[in-house]
């Protein structure tokens, strides 16, 4: 019954490859979010995604494309793998305007 | 633009030890102020959060005042367990809507039996 989850949980591929990660959340919330963690444990918020339309892009390179079917799916896929996108990616969601959110626990990509 | 500024860690404790990790953070407007723990290998949830200044947030044991005279909201324990031991984040929401939450860089807290 988890409530905001994300496959796979570790991703282990070549610099240049292609990949997606899928989140889903079943809290019902209107609002969802990529966050990047780096090796140093820092957060940094990298889209978010209201009812489906993009609320913020932050300065993130365009390689990484956010898609959000529904309400409740918001998936991040990344193309032509950097070295530096190592890194562990959070999906989170809450409702709109709410500061609480719910993560999920997150996928380590690893780019050799 | 917004940030939170945490003390460095690792913070290494004993048990049944006094915690307290320091946040402050600068921010237009009136922000939220929260607290968040990452235990290992999950992802972070919350711990307590204070909306306006004055307010006090707690929660197992944990407490954070949200001072607006020192831009801080300091997060508390009176002792500490060893389950205690994570990574903790002190965050801030200035905007509305899906604006989501400015993070600190976390300290990692280590408590010794």
């Known amino acids: 019954d988890t409530a905001v989850s994300q496959t796979p949980k570790y991703l282990v591929t070549q610099m240049g490859n292609d990949k997606s990660i899928k989140c889903e959340q079943n809290?019902?919330?209107?609002?969802m979010y990529w966050y990047k963690q780096d090796s140093k444990k820092f957060l940094k918020i990298m889209f978010s995604?209201?009812?489906?339309?993009l609320i913020i892009n932050e300065t993130v390179p365009n390689r990484f494309s956010p898609k959000s079917p529904d309400k409740a799916h918001l998936n991040l896929h990344i193309n032509s793998l950097e070295l530096g996108d190592s890194a562990v990616y959070f999906c989170?969601?809450?409702?709109w305007g709410s500061g609480e959110l719910f993560f999920g626990e997150g996928s380590r990509l690893t780019v050799l | 633009g917004n940030s939170v500024t945490q003390m460095e860690g690792p913070v290494t404790l004993s048990e049944e030890a006094f915690l307290t990790i320091n946040c402050t953070y600068t921010?237009?407007?009136?922000?939220?102020l929260f607290w968040y723990v990452q235990y290992p290998g999950e992802g972070l949830q919350l711990l307590l959060k204070?909306?306006?200044?004055?307010d006090k947030g707690s929660n197992k044991g944990f407490e954070a005042t949200y001072r607006k005279e020192t831009t801080s909201f300091h997060l508390e324990k009176g002792s500490v367990q060893v389950s205690d031991s994570a990574v903790y984040f002190c965050?801030?929401?200035?905007?509305?809507?899906?604006?989501?939450?400015?993070f600190g860089k976390g300290t990692h807290l280590i408590i010794q039996p």
């Open positions: 989170a969601s809450s409702h």
């Open positions: 921010a237009t407007g009136y922000p939220s």
């Open positions: 204070a909306t306006k200044a004055d």
């Open positions: 965050a801030l929401r200035s905007g509305g809507g899906a604006d989501g939450l400015t």
């Open positions: 809290l019902g919330h209107d609002t």
């Open positions: 995604y209201n009812n489906k339309e």
